[in-house]
């Protein structure tokens, strides 16, 4: 391995650059001039994979939340940390062929899988440097995270020989850069792509820095790249046995339930045990639904759903490199899937999971082979299993079950009914009142997601079922003896629903739900009681379907709702009402938020005139949702009697006469 100049890594600020920029923590990459490498006679690694990627994402406005980062070359200093020199000159040399030479030589690069004209060299050699700066970028603690819309792609690029498509090895001449020029040395390369990253495992196959996972086709070595480098005994060699780790599907058609399976169980335990500082994602979406190269079923979901089980590593430090991918639809969609969570948003809903044999056995086999090399791998855990799918029931089913039972039998709360089969199966005994809910003139409505459990974790490293349930317990405990003890009647609405069996309509989001359900409630239930004082509460999750029932019943919810209370967790910026029917005025003069110590609306990014909006801020130190609202619930019970005693009752009881 050579050295780099470092005197030149880091140039002088531009005068074009702003002195104190905007506090961007997510940046990309991006330039229309790696559209100069292309085929005149077509061919699937097209310039329209970038530029759709690109265009998708500046129609979600999401480039707007993001820093553009400046694109440049790899320098050769740079290339030959990984590459040799002969390799250089080769790709160098290209800019320079004659038509009639580009002619001579077609045969030999479709060989390697590659066509060439003048425009390839500077494509290379921008598509090499923008993965570059990316990962700088993100090394050197300027950005949190950061998307390389970069081609031609690398990955199958060895040391010695551009190949597949690829010219240099953009993911593993960054790693040996960054390792080069900042104190991050652990790094991770992830590789999701549908091929075997050949290139990049042969850079660290006996480097013990670099942790290479891959995910791909394999099929006893037929599928290109082919042979059996990676194969799942492919290990690695020398001081790097064990720091290669090869999931090789045996066949095509393997989508979000194997590839979230083989996360679960050999990505993240490997991932947490090796401790990277630093995580880059060979993010090729060729394995993506209709990508007819791939042949495989990730959706744009699936793929988020990884990039978000990553983002829990290395302090969250995370770069995603386009790889491959050659639907564009499917591309498109997946990588702004991708661009979300890089963004802060939770991935989509996955519908229940279960991975096939074919997946189920291949993980077993990895585990059993890299157990060897990692304490964290249970080859017995592991172990396919068969008949226990109909007699199992999911941890957080069990929470919301047992939470349900003790509302039940402890306050005697009745189920409400659903109004459609579908809502019916998902939320069947998740919607709870006390008997008088149709006589009481003062009414708590409280709005949540408990036994989410992912929602504690993405708050929290670990998550201790035995005292979530014990949190959920202790906390209806006091919820409903103050409810209680003030003479109010309850609605309790779980939104966290059951897996569904009946296949919906159309898809909805968790949100469209949640704002069906609520507006069923309010017309159905709400509405038609006697309550004249009506206090709305949400928590996590639950907060939005609430501001989205403002918005559509304004006129109502603000003639009787006296109190509105947010307690928002990490995830989530505060909602408020759109502005109808003067409801951000109501909003704020009965609005309270409870947020955590270390919420973003707490930062410098967020305005004044937008903290303004939420009437009062309460900030408790405390990040776990579930405990946020325990200490909460005293500043919650003075809050609603401050506000209900401007809106006194006639006959001063909640009941009726």
Not at 279 to 304: K, N, Q, T
Not at 310 to 332: C, K, M, P, Q, T
Not at 520 to 542: C, E, F, K, M, T
Request: hydrophobic share 40%; net charge negative; aromatic share 8%.
């Amino acid at each position: 391995m050579g050295t780099i100049d470092n005197s030149i890594a880091r140039r002088p600020r531009a005068t074009s650059v702003p002195l104190n920029p905007p506090n961007f923590t997510v940046g990309y990459i991006y330039s229309s001039e790696m559209m100069s490498h292309f085929s005149p006679h077509g061919h699937p690694e097209q310039p329209a994979r970038i530029q759709q990627i690109w265009h998708t994402i500046v129609r979600d406005q999401l480039n707007k939340r993001m820093k553009w980062i400046p694109i440049r070359e790899v320098r050769r200093d740079e290339a030959l940390l990984v590459h040799s020199e002969d390799h250089w000159d080769k790709v160098m040399a290209i800019q320079y062929l004659t038509d009639q030479a580009r002619a001579d030589s077609e045969e030999y690069y479709e060989q390697m899988s590659l066509y060439v004209m003048p425009g390839t060299t500077r494509a290379a050699l921008l598509s090499c440097g923008g993965v570059i700066e990316a990962c700088l970028a993100v090394a050197r603690n300027e950005l949190k995270k950061t998307f390389a819309i970069v081609r031609p792609p690398g990955h199958h690029a060895e040391p010695d020989e551009h190949m597949g498509f690829c010219f240099f090895n953009n993911v593993s001449v960054a790693a040996r850069v960054v390792q080069q020029l900042t104190p991050l040395k652990r790094i991770m390369i992830l590789d999701w792509d549908v091929h075997h990253g050949n290139g990049t495992q042969r850079a660290f196959n006996d480097d013990p820095s670099v942790l290479y996972i891959s995910l791909h086709r394999y099929e006893q070595g037929t599928f290109y790249p082919c042979g059996p480098f990676g194969s799942m005994v492919s290990c690695g060699e020398g001081a790097g046995l064990g720091y290669s780790v090869n999931i090789p599907w045996p066949d095509k058609g393997m989508g979000d339930a194997e590839y979230i399976y083989a996360f679960q169980k050999v990505v993240m335990p490997v991932a947490m045990e090796f401790a990277p500082e630093l995580v880059i994602i060979s993010a090729g979406f060729d394995a993506a639904a209709g990508d007819e190269l791939g042949e495989c079923l990730v959706s744009p979901a699936g793929y988020a759903h990884m990039t978000h089980m990553l983002s829990g590593l290395a302090g969250g430090r995370l770069v995603v490199a386009l790889e491959g991918g050659y639907n564009l639809n499917s591309i498109s969609n997946s990588a702004l899937a991708v661009t979300r969570v890089l963004l802060g948003q939770a991935p989509d809903e996955l519908p229940p999971l279960t991975a096939n044999e074919a997946a189920t056995e291949t993980v077993w086999l990895v585990a059993r082979e890299q157990s060897k090399y990692w304490k964290s791998l249970d080859p017995k855990a592991c172990e396919p299993q068969e008949g226990l799918e109909s007699i199992s029931f999911s941890i957080p089913e069990i929470l919301k079950a047992h939470r349900q039972h003790y509302l039940y039998t402890n306050h005697n709360m009745m189920q409400v009914p659903m109004m459609t089969p579908e809502l019916e199966e998902r939320f069947s005994s998740q919607i709870m009142c006390t008997p008088d809910i149709f006589e009481n003139k003062t009414l708590v409505v409280f709005v949540h997601e408990f036994g989410n459990l992912r929602m504690e974790l993405e708050s929290s490293a670990t998550c201790d079922v035995q005292l979530e349930r014990s949190y959920l317990i202790d906390f209806s405990k006091e919820l409903v003896a103050w409810v209680r003890d003030e003479g109010y009647s309850l609605l309790d609405a779980n939104l966290y629903p059951k897996p569904a069996t009946i296949v919906p309509s159309r898809h909805k989001s968790m949100e469209d739900v949640g704002k069906e359900v609520l507006t069923y409630l309010w017309d159905n239930y709400i509405q038609l009681s006697s309550a004249q004082r009506i206090v709305l509460i949400g928590h996590g999750p639950g907060c939005k379907p609430l501001i989205d029932l403002v918005n559509r019943r304004a006129v109502s919810v603000t003639k009787y709702v006296k109190a509105f209370i947010q307690v928002v967790g990490l995830q989530k910026m505060p909602s408020f009402p759109l502005d109808v029917e003067d409801a951000r005025t109501w909003y704020q003069k009965c609005s309270l938020v409870i947020v955590p110590s270390t919420h973003p609306i707490m930062g410098p990014i967020v305005k004044p005139k937008d903290i303004r909006r939420h009437g009062t801020i309460l900030v408790i130190d405390e990040t776990r949702q579930i405990k946020l609202i325990n200490r909460g619930l005293r500043a919650i019970k003075d809050f609603v009697k401050e506000q209900l005693s401007s809106s006194p009752l006639s006959n001063r009881t909640n009941r009726l006469p």
